[in-house]
């Protein structure tokens, strides 16, 4: 039988070194084929190299141990590496999951290395469903939404967290971004804006405007069937047009 | 219709009933003096209470600022007598020239009990009103320090677990415990920058205020303890003129910006970032900038949590007067800087 042979993903130069030095210990024949610092490569390196066994880091920029995991499927073994991830851990426990916890102790090392060897021989196992489920888990919340607002501010391009907005409205061709500190344009149009903020937390009142609801003091009747919105630690009061004061009818 | 009803704003039942019983009480009191009956004085009274009433309402919901409301309603009331007065003859059918005339005394005395009465009634409202007034204001205060306070907890919780992180201290020990083996003078360095940045950032969570230069070290050596972690990935250099490093400087702000600038800048992008920490001071106010040359914000992705807390938190010290701001850094990455007045330089 020929020599299996692993790659190691870690985003940590030493840390990969570290595994490295202690496999060549615990586990001599084995090959490390290459090692890479996040899960992009996944395809390729499989192709290329054809390892037998993966050790991914869970944490890892752009693609992390558990979505390469998920592509590798069953083309490969694969030990997961962490420092920490509680429920992880508990799952890893759960499903028969081979892994690694940083800092190494050797002893553990030495065990998880024992059961690996008997397993190279047999087809990878099915882990699809609890990494799947992880991931769900442990992935920052994908947001479809809008976060920061880039405005110019002479030549600089201010940042602007969408949370700390108090309403949008258009000027003729620009768009007014309004904050408790300061007033800027962009050129995005409200129809793009409405499209892409969160809808939970932004409300089109008028035409031309749209609100943060989470800055809103009180909201009186005005006008012909209008309303006005008082803002909370501001002076501007916005006018809610005919279509939308349903929005604001009592429940 | 609107500017009506926002006038009288304020006439409710209670206020009705109020004046009506005040009218019933004063005429008990004094119809003895007079030889009407005690329906025909109500009649007078109760015109000169209701007109002085509505004046008053009025009086207290016009917007303008040159004379105090008080006055103003005082005023009202004093004409809403007079016109009371006069209102009640016409009722009662009598003419206005024989008002002034033969009925002037009676007329006179009604008046002046009306601007008498009135005056009673109306300090008591404006009285009860100010320390409504004064109790909500001051409720108010209380709920906005009660916020404040938390804020503060909450940003202190928030530091101790992110400091504290176990993540951030199991990987950072894997490192020493690597380098122990492969190369101790280096395992030795990275130690005492851990060592460093435990001593800078457990006392600040008891402490409110420390000094730039404190918070610099902090930052230093978390950002060593990062470079040796990343490898080539991160570079760093702090720009902070001596003499700055003993301005006053709230606390865990700068860490938090490191952070950031780590965490959301350099990180995510695979083989780049370098991180610059800058000071400057000038017309009394002290900026701190932490640069970025990293992957930048991405519009749909979060990370403006500890930036509303600090905003939050430089809000409650130092009012409106200082500002954090965040900019985009040429050719890529961000600009998150912190300008504080400089207590003093002000003056």
């Known amino acids: ?251 | 219709m609107i500017a009506q009803s926002h006038l009288l704003e304020g006439l409710t039942v209670r206020r009705v009933l109020y004046v009506t019983a005040i009218c019933a009480a004063a005429v008990g009191a004094v119809f003895w003096i007079f030889l009407n009956t005690y329906l025909d004085l109500l009649v007078t009274a109760l015109c000169v209470g209701y007109t002085s009433m509505v004046l008053f309402t009025i009086a207290g919901n016009v917007r303008q600022s040159r004379v105090p409301r008080e006055a103003m309603q005082m005023f009202a009331v004093i004409a809403g007598s007079i016109l009371g007065t006069v209102f009640a003859g016409l009722v009662k059918g009598r003419s206005i020239p024989a008002m002034f005339t033969e009925r002037l005394s009676g007329v006179a005395i009604s008046m002046g009990l009306g601007i008498g009465f009135g005056c009673v009634a109306v300090a008591a409202v404006i009285l009860r009103e100010k320390s409504a007034r004064d109790q909500a204001r001051i409720s108010r205060a209380e709920s906005a320090r009660h916020q404040l306070e938390k804020n503060v907890l909450e940003a202190r919780l928030q530091l101790m677990q992110a400091q504290v992180e176990p993540h951030f201290l199991f990987n950072t020990l894997a490192n020493v415990q690597h380098l122990v083996e492969t190369d101790p003078p280096a395992a030795s360095r990275m130690l005492e920058s851990v060592i460093q940045y435990l001593r800078a950032a457990l006392p600040q969570m008891r402490e409110g205020a420390t000094n730039l230069g404190r918070e610099i070290d902090m930052a230093q050596a978390f950002l060593e303890i990062h470079r040796v972690r990343m490898g080539s990935r991160m570079d760093f250099a702090i720009e902070v003129p001596e003499a700055l490093r003993a301005r006053p400087f709230p606390p865990m702000m700068l860490i938090s910006l490191v952070e950031n600038a780590v965490k959301h800048g350099v990180d995510p992008c695979c083989d780049c970032g370098s991180i610059t920490i800058r000071a400057d001071e000038g017309a009394g106010r002290l900026r701190v900038a932490v640069a970025d040359t990293g992957e930048g914000v991405v519009a749909k992705k979060g990370g403006g949590v500890g930036l509303s807390n600090i905003r939050e938190r430089l809000q409650a010290l130092y009012g409106g007067e200082a500002r954090l701001t965040l900019e985009e850094n040429a050719p890529h990455g961000v600009v998150a800087s912190i300008e504080v007045p400089v207590e003093g330089a002000a003056a």
Do not use: C
Request: proline content about 4%; charged content about 30%; aromatic content about 8%.
């Open chain 1, 1 to 251: 039988m020929t020599a299996a042979k692993a790659v190691i993903a870690d985003d940590e130069p030493l840390l990969r070194a570290q595994l490295r030095t202690r496999l060549a210990r615990t586990w001599p024949e084995l090959a490390i084929v290459h090692e890479m610092a996040d899960g992009r490569d996944v395809e390729h390196v499989l192709e290329a190299f054809r390892p037998d066994l993966f050790f991914l880091d869970i944490h890892m920029p752009k693609v992390g141990g558990l979505e390469a995991a998920q592509a590798i499927g069953s083309r490969a073994h694969v030990v997961f590496v962490t420092a920490y991830d509680d429920y992880a851990v508990e799952a890893f426990e759960r499903g028969a999951v081979d892994y690694v916890l940083k800092p190494f102790n050797e002893e553990r090392l030495v065990k998880t290395v024992q059961r690996l060897r008997e397993r190279m021989g047999s087809r990878p196992a099915e882990l699809q469903s609890l990494v799947e489920s992880l991931a769900a888990r442990l992935a920052p919340s994908r947001d479809e939404h809008l976060r920061w607002i880039k405005a110019s501010v002479g030549s600089n391009v201010r940042l602007i967290p969408v949370e700390e907005v108090l309403f949008f409205q258009s000027d003729e061709k620009y768009t007014r971004v309004v904050t408790h500190e300061a007033e800027s344009l962009i050129r995005k149009p409200i129809r793009e804006l409405l499209d892409e903020l969160d809808p939970a937390k932004f409300w089109q009142v008028h035409r031309a405007t749209i609100v943060n609801v989470d800055h809103i003091a009180s909201v009186k009747r005005g006008l012909k069937d209008q309303a006005e919105i008082a803002l909370r630690g501001h002076d501007e009061t916005l006018v809610v047009s005919r279509a939308f004061t349903h929005l604001f009818k009592q429940m």
